[in-house]
């Protein structure tokens, strides 16, 4: 727990963010319920030594290109067990964060474990995203909608970009095969109303690996026949 918390303490502070010793307590206790449930649930298969860098600072990642003073309404999609809807939340207190997922047993552990470890500003909803954009209290309703390693990009985007508000943004967290899975979507993301995408490339502190934050403005409404998935 010592290494844990100076490792996400040291991580917080080479992405250039910070938080509370309040906020960094939530962050490993919700990592302590999560080891625990995931013996008798399949939550998460990343090993419990990774936990810090390939769940928890591989989601505060998406602060880098944030106002952290935001008051945002976030849905982050496909957010299995809470990743990165969760530790976002914990360090947005000010903002309103949506949890979707289409297997009722992750949405609901990752919203009431935030709720017992202190991270109040969470809902939970079990459905998928193509059928949430399809009714009114959700389509273009949202300032920020995130997700990671949902869907290959073009997917991914069809079920996010119906979602965010005018004015707002989408952002997809995606590894080194980015480029690939972008190649080609300008005409679609233009057709669901999104701008020229900003590419941000964030080092995870303590590894190797690259995140990269693909960053979509929302700039006109999508048409209704999005997305097309059903």
């Known amino acids: 727990m010592i290494n844990e918390r100076l490792e996400l303490e040291k991580g917080i502070e080479t992405l250039g963010l910070s938080a509370s010793s309040t906020q960094i307590d939530a962050l490993l ?73 289409a297997t009722a047993k992750k949405v609901r552990f990752a919203s009431e474990t935030a709720h017992a470890c202190g991270i109040t500003n969470v809902s939970g909803i079990h459905g998928r995203a193509e059928m949430l954009a399809r009714t009114p209290q959700h389509r273009e309703r949202y300032d920020l909608v995130t997700s990671r390693a949902l869907a290959p990009f073009p997917l991914l985007i069809e079920l996010m970009l119906p979602l965010v508000k005018i004015g707002g943004q989408a952002i997809a967290l995606k590894g080194s095969s980015f480029e690939a899975e972008i190649s080609g979507t300008e005409d679609l993301i233009r057709e669901l109303g999104g701008d020229v995408p900003q590419v941000h490339a964030v080092k995870l502190p303590g590894t190797e690996i690259v995140r990269h934050l693909i960053v979509i403005p929302k700039k006109r409404a999508t048409h209704k026949k999005f997305p097309r998935v059903e």
């Open 29 to 101: 206790l919700f990592l302590e319920n999560l080891e625990l449930t995931n013996k008798s649930f399949n939550l998460t298969r990343i090993a419990r030594s990774d936990y810090v860098s390939l769940h928890l600072l591989d989601s505060l990642v998406t602060l880098t290109v944030l106002d952290k003073a935001a008051n945002l309404r976030l849905l982050d999609i496909g957010t299995g067990a809470g990743f990165p809807g969760v530790p976002l939340a914990a360090l947005l207190p000010a903002s309103s964060i949506t949890l979707l997922d």
